[in-house]
């Protein structure tokens, strides 16, 4: 009796001091994947200052700054599965990104040079400065209350800012995307299949109406628990 009690003691102290290595392996990764996100997101920043004293432009600044950012903005892919918010909530988030990115900015040189562009570029820039290094921070437990402030403020202005950036940026990607058929597929081919790139962007477009609120909501509602201690039960995905 007193020997399968043991038993069960050691087994149990074996299965904590596995989770805690599981736990602090997490944490060392999650404290380098932030540190490096941040330090991605400050070069990008530097990069379009230095760009536009140098130039007294933005135009050519996306083309400048674009494999950087198709590197970090990609690389927040891993996030979707590694972080504990709700896989589709950060999931929305990041595949928007990359779509911005990849299929609208980086592939449609002609908007390259739109206002819009700068705009959301500027916008996700300072939102991600702030929100790795406040992840950083408090993984490190020495989380200044500015930055803390700062995260869970500074996105009621850049969330619809960025996305009035993005929106607009689609808007004036759709006559080219019309003009040059790019990425569609027109019948008849042998696969019998069609795609038009151009109705794809507008229901992209479209998609931003029952989306963007949620992820607003959401960012509120983490604001109202993190900044005044409130306790809010989120649904399971
Ligand atoms: C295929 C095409 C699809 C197209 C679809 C189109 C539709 C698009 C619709 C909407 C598009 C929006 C476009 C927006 C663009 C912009 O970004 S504009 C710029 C302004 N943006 C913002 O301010 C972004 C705000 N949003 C976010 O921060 C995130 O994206 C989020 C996923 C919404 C954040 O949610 P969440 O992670 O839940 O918030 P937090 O409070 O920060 O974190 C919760 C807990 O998780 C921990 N955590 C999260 N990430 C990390 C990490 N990297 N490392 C360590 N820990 C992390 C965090 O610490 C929290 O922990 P606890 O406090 O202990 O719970």
Same mark, same amino acid.
């Given at each position: 009796? @007193? ?8 087994? *149990? ?22 540190? @490096? /996100?941040?330090?991605?997101? &400050?070069?990008? @920043? #530097?990069?379009? /200052? ?10 050519? &600044? ?13 690389? @927040? ?8 918010? %709700? ?19 980086? %592939? ?19 939102? *991600? ?9 408090? #993984? $490190? ?17 850049? +969330?619809? &800012?960025?996305?009035?950036?993005? &929106? $607009?940026?689609?808007?004036?990607? $759709? ?22 790139? +151009? ?6 477009? #479209?998609? +931003? ?9 959401? /960012? ?18």
């Amino acid at each position: 009796m @007193a020997s399968s009690e043991e038993d069960g003691t050691v087994e *149990e102290k074996e299965n904590n001091n596995k989770k805690r290595t599981k736990s602090a392996l997490t944490t060392a990764w999650l404290t380098f994947y932030n540190i @490096a /996100m941040t330090a991605g997101w &400050l070069v990008l @920043a #530097l990069a379009m /200052m230095r760009f536009y004293i140098k130039k007294g432009t933005h135009k050519g &600044l996306y083309r400048s700054i674009a494999r950087t950012l198709k590197f970090f903005q990609t690389f @927040a892919l891993v996030e979707v599965r590694i972080v504990r918010t %709700s896989v589709i909530v950060t999931g929305v988030q990041v595949c928007s990104r990359i779509f911005m990115v990849w299929f609208v900015a980086s %592939s449609i040189r002609q908007i390259q040079n739109e206002e819009s562009v700068i705009l959301f570029l500027v916008v996700w820039t300072v939102t *991600e400065i702030t929100r790795y290094s406040y992840y950083t921070f408090k #993984l $490190l437990n020495h989380l200044p209350y500015f930055i803390k402030w700062a995260r869970y403020n500074f996105f009621i202005v850049l +969330y619809p &800012l960025g996305v009035v950036g993005e &929106l $607009l940026s689609i808007y004036a990607a $759709l006559p080219f995307v019309r003009r040059s058929g790019m990425f569609s597929m027109r019948l008849p081919n042998k696969y019998n299949v069609s795609f038009d790139y +151009y109705y794809c962007l507008i229901i992209v477009m #479209l998609s +931003y109406i029952p989306l963007f609120p949620q992820l607003y909501f959401h /960012m509120l509602r983490q604001r109202r628990r993190v900044l005044h201690g409130e306790v809010i039960v989120e649904k399971d995905d």
